[in-house]
């Protein structure tokens, strides 16, 4: 079974940057590809970003295109968000999951780390 494990959520200014890492447990996490997702308060969770298991496709959602970059390294079993240009509409939690590329079916969540913006 594999485990989850995000961090480097934080406050940070608007225009500001962050980097948020997905650790995994497990070597068969190689196998899975990962996304990227948020939930800010009284909103649904959304898909911000995925990545197949061997980084041959991305996807993001048109609110970051062009400011977040998803990349894994397979070697360290994690997957990484690079948050740039970040406004206060970017404040949520962000969680990491297993997923099936192509039909979004989620295999395992991470348990999550917060990031707030400020104005």
């Known amino acids: 079974q594999v485990q989850l494990v995000e961090s480097g959520g934080g406050l940070v200014q608007t225009g500001g940057s962050l980097r948020l890492s997905c650790a995994a447990s497990g070597s068969i996490f190689s196998i899975y590809a990962t996304g990227w997702y948020r939930q800010a308060p009284g909103k649904q969770r959304e898909l911000v970003a995925a990545?197949?298991?061997?980084?041959?496709?991305?996807k993001y959602a048109d609110s970051v295109k062009g400011r977040f970059t998803i990349s894994r390294d397979n070697a360290k079993n994690t997957v990484y968000l690079q948050m740039n240009s970040l406004n206060p509409e970017d404040t949520a939690v962000y969680y990491c999951?297993?997923?099936?590329?192509?039909?979004?079916?989620?295999?395992?969540w991470g348990q999550g780390t917060q990031v707030t913006v400020s104005s």
């Open positions: 999951a297993a997923i099936d590329y192509g039909s979004g079916s989620i295999f395992v």
């Open positions: 990545i197949s298991s061997r980084s041959f496709r991305m």
